[in-house]
């Protein structure tokens, strides 16, 4: 009896041992939830955007197409688009005001994207909490994409 109890104590230890690295790991690289999809609906013709990664915390209020003004300026950390099918489907974001600068766009068939961090514009510079205004192009507008 003692014998299972030293073995279960073992088995027990190991497995926090095992555990313990691997929860360490996913705090330092947080792998998105099923927030954006459980939020995914048909298609509307909106873009939609949130203040935080997975379609989380506050949606942010952005127009139908151009700046989103000081409400949602550089404040996004996911985004979803939920364009008609057919031209005009892909959102170009726009780390300026204006639709000038660098842009990054989301596909129609991306639906979207849930963290920012680790998307570039076409100049390189990070998406996440620059995003200053969109527009509805045709995907051979687009310099980068968002995945």
């Known amino acids: 009896m003692r014998k299972i109890t030293v073995t279960a104590a073992v088995l027990g230890l190991t497995a926090l041992g095992l555990a313990a690295p691997a929860a360490a790991q996913a705090a330092q690289h947080p792998v ?6 459980d939020k995914w609906g048909v ?8 203040d935080e990664q997975d379609c989380a915390g506050t949606p942010l209020p952005v127009p139908y197409s151009g700046d989103w003004g000081p409400a949602a300026d550089n404040r996004a950390s996911s985004v979803m688009n939920r364009a008609y099918a057919g031209a005009f489907g892909h959102v170009a974001f726009y780390d300026k005001s204006n639709y000038i600068g660098a842009n990054v766009c989301l596909a129609p068939g991306e639906r979207y994207a849930d963290v920012l961090t680790d998307d570039r514009f076409s100049d390189g510079t990070v998406v996440n909490d620059a995003i200053s205004g969109h527009r509805w192009v045709n995907g051979n507008a687009c310099g980068a994409f968002l995945t």
């Open 32 to 37: 998105a939830g099923p927030g954006c999809a």
């Open 43 to 50: 298609p509307d013709g909106r873009l939609y955007a949130w």
